[in-house]
């Protein structure tokens, strides 16, 4: 079945660009998207790309997807304390037409001041 | 406006009480979804309400009995639960089913089952 996958942890330091990586197996999935989540809350929708697109860029997000190799990435720029929280990545289940999401593990974002 | 609201914030209940989460839209979606997440875990589906009617349970126990009153309104019934049902409880909706179409995410209902 379809399977997405995270590293789980990632530290940077204020101020530099964090990049959050994840691979996906479903090569017909349409969407794939970003979601942030911090502490005791819900998940907030953060961005997401169409799979004909390469790239998509809002404000301190880069979304860079590589169909070849089933690898999509989130690039913050400028990364702040409020960015900390843990980011999934999720592909629509493409076999079942459903738009069930498939979601990664999570990487925990670590910001230090 | 991008919101789906849910209550209440925090449940706790006792293995024979009879509780239920409500949720909430007004984005004019058809499709609605409950998930369940579990501490430093992703989401897991548990049904899927496609205009108004259940389209997708993902073998969920029946002690978990959803509800969709209108287009608006998705409930969740909960009935004697276990311990291992605490988890965070999450609603989701998106404009259409089936398609792959954005789903919006409610805060959650953090439930604790004594």
């Known amino acids: 079945g379809e399977d997405v996958e995270q590293s789980l942890f990632l530290s940077v330091r204020e101020g530099d660009s964090s990049v959050i990586n994840c691979t996906y197996t479903?090569?017909?999935?349409?969407?794939l998207y970003w979601y942030k989540q911090e502490p005791g809350a819900g998940l907030q929708l953060l961005t997401y790309?169409?799979?004909?697109?390469d790239m998509k860029q809002d404000q301190r997000l880069t979304v860079l997807l590589n169909k070849k190799d089933k690898h999509l990435s989130l690039r913050i720029a400028d990364t702040q304390t409020g960015d900390s929280a843990i980011y999934f990545c999720?592909?629509?289940?493409?076999?079942?037409?459903?738009?069930?999401?498939?979601f990664g593990q999570g990487t925990t974002l670590q910001v230090k001041p | 406006d991008t919101e789906v609201t849910q209550t209440p914030k925090h449940l706790v209940m006792g293995m024979t009480n009879k509780k239920s989460l409500k949720c909430e839209q007004h984005?004019?979606?058809?499709?609605m979804y409950w998930y369940k997440q579990k501490a430093k875990k992703p989401p897991e589906l548990m049904f899927v309400?496609?205009?108004?009617?259940?389209?997708i349970n993902e073998s969920v126990p029946s002690r978990f009995s959803p509800e969709c009153p209108n287009s608006s309104l998705l409930n969740l019934h909960l009935h004697a639960l276990q311990p291992e049902d605490s988890a965070l409880y999450l609603c989701?909706?998106?404009?259409?089913?089936?398609?792959?179409?954005?789903?919006?995410f409610g805060p959650g209902t953090r439930l604790t089952v004594l």
């Open positions: 984005m004019g979606h058809r499709a």
């Open positions: 999720a592909e629509v289940e493409g076999s079942s037409n459903t738009g069930k999401l498939i």
């Open positions: 989701a909706s998106s404009q259409d089913m089936p398609s792959p179409d954005t789903q919006y």
């Open positions: 479903d090569s017909s999935s349409t969407y």
């Open positions: 790309i169409f799979s004909n697109m």
């Open positions: 309400y496609s205009y108004e009617k259940l389209s």
